[in-house]
């Protein structure tokens, strides 16, 4: 399936050309070895490395794949099967897709439904699109940020974006008409028991509706659960999260 991302310094169309990604105006962009694409040009950067850094996405990495969010995976790839059941071959983006975990997810499971679509992921972080990488090799990956993203407009038909900042301009540019974002945020108690740990007062999320111009809320899905952490888990809980 073609890749899904343009040109971040023309938004002209990219074509692969060897190892790496080409517009018609000549801008290249190196395909790593791992297939990704670093499209955040060095402007855009305000350090050297943004985003979450080696330690915090392999923490990630480690107690996500223990299954601690398996249900929140599953009702998010429900969601994006329900919301694309009437599009012959979606597109699906991940806006700040982290290590992975819920992009490969959903794809899988959209493969398993025998549905035909292109799934995509990017993040600021390359230490993160670079593990996310390793994770499924059909996904198009690419390191990118939300405030300028790589995709051309009114092209994508389901976005997710899961515990990352909202840009609603951005998101509402790539969606295409009729197209759905999914947006997770915490829910009130989210991960409630560390905060009793931390704070001296902990203090549930807020929890509201916000009008997002250009979007309108069609429904609030709430995936609730109880998990229990021991040993090393708990080191990594902290590490990878912003408490």
């Known amino acids: 399936m073609e890749q899904p991302f343009c040109c971040p310094v023309c ?17 290249s962009f190196d395909l790593a070895a791992r297939g990704y694409a670093h499209l955040l040009p060095s402007g855009r950067m305000h350090t050297k490395a943004p985003g979450d850094n080696r330690e915090m996405v392999a923490a990630r990495r480690a107690f996500l794949d223990g299954g601690f969010y398996e249900p929140f995976l599953q009702k998010l790839s429900q969601l994006v099967l329900e919301q694309t059941a009437g599009v ?3 597109r699906v983006l991940d806006a700040g897709c982290g290590e ?15 549905r035909d679509a ?43 974006n899961v515990f990352s900042p909202m840009v609603e301009t951005e998101f509402a540019r790539v969606l295409a008409p ?66």
């Open 118 to 160: 292109c799934v995509a992921g990017y993040d600021i972080s390359k230490f993160a699109v670079r593990a996310a990488a390793g994770r499924d090799k059909q996904v198009f990956w690419a390191v990118a940020g939300s405030f300028a993203i790589p995709v051309a407009d009114g092209t994508v038909h389901c976005l997710m």
């Open 88 to 90: 012959p071959q979606p």
């Open 11 to 27: 938004g002209a169309a990219l074509t692969r050309q060897g190892g790496a990604l080409q517009c018609p105006a000549r801008h």
């Open 178 to 243: 009729g197209g759905v974002l999914l947006y997770a945020v915490p829910g009130p108690r989210h991960l409630y028991g560390l905060k009793e740990v931390l704070y001296d007062s902990p203090y549930e999320n807020p929890v509201s509706d916000v009008a997002y111009k250009g979007f309108s809320l069609e429904r609030r899905v709430p995936v609730r659960g109880c998990i229990t952490v021991r040993g090393e888990q708990i080191g990594q809980l902290f590490q990878m999260t912003p408490y």
């Open 100 to 114: 992975g975990y819920y992009t490969a997810g959903v794809a899988r499971a959209l493969r398993q439904a025998g």
